[in-house]
């Protein structure tokens, strides 16, 4: 490099450009990330859903195919009625089951992120009927999110079903 030379440097025009093209591409792919968390958080929650109904299946076993009978949802862990993460508990690898990624805050006061259907309280499972119209298993469900935080789906709340799935569209099958 000759010694007289300067170097020549970015001017503030070039400088702008610069950080106004880094600045669409973040506006670009920010609301894209939170979709992609969003739908992480709802298949961890299926999944979740779907562990419970084997852990649900083992306390059948174990109870004569009697479904628990449990409070629909407790308001805070210090209150002593049996609830979906008391009974299930013994049924289950890890307590972090009965939280969705997404319903964390009120896991945290509740003890779960997840409803117990408690009009199934005590009924056989060869003759669940859910307010006398919904027999079919496949369209009854059994457990579900308390709150809607699945909603880039337009069905914001996970289900796990009598019959074992697990999903996030709500079908009532009247048969």
């Known amino acids: 490099m000759h ?3 300067k170097l020549r440097g970015f001017t503030l025009t070039e400088l702008l450009i610069v950080i106004g093209i880094i600045a669409v ?42 479904m628990p009978t449990m409070v629909a949802a407790r308001s805070d862990v210090s209150q002593q009625d049996p609830a979906l993460d008391t009974v299930l508990l013994p049924y289950v690898d890890s307590p972090a089951i009965f939280i969705c990624p997404a319903g964390r805050a009120i896991a945290k006061t509740t003890g779960t992120s997840y409803y117990w259907n408690s009009a199934l309280n005590g009924q056989s499972v060869a003759s669940l009927n859910f307010f006398g119209f919904i027999k079919n298993p496949s369209g009854i469900p ?3 999110d308390k709150g809607s935080w699945h909603d880039y789906t337009g069905n914001p709340v996970n289900q796990l079903f009598a019959d074992g799935h697990a999903e996030n569209q709500l079908n009532f099958i009247t048969q």
């Open 3 to 5: 010694p007289r030379a």
């Open 142 to 144: 059994v457990i579900l």
């Open 25 to 66: 591409l973040s506006a670009l792919g920010v609301p894209g990330y939170k979709i992609v968390v969003a739908r992480a958080n709802s298949s961890k929650c299926l999944s979740n859903l779907r562990g419970l109904g084997v852990a649900l299946n083992s306390y059948l076993s174990d109870n004569q195919n009697v």
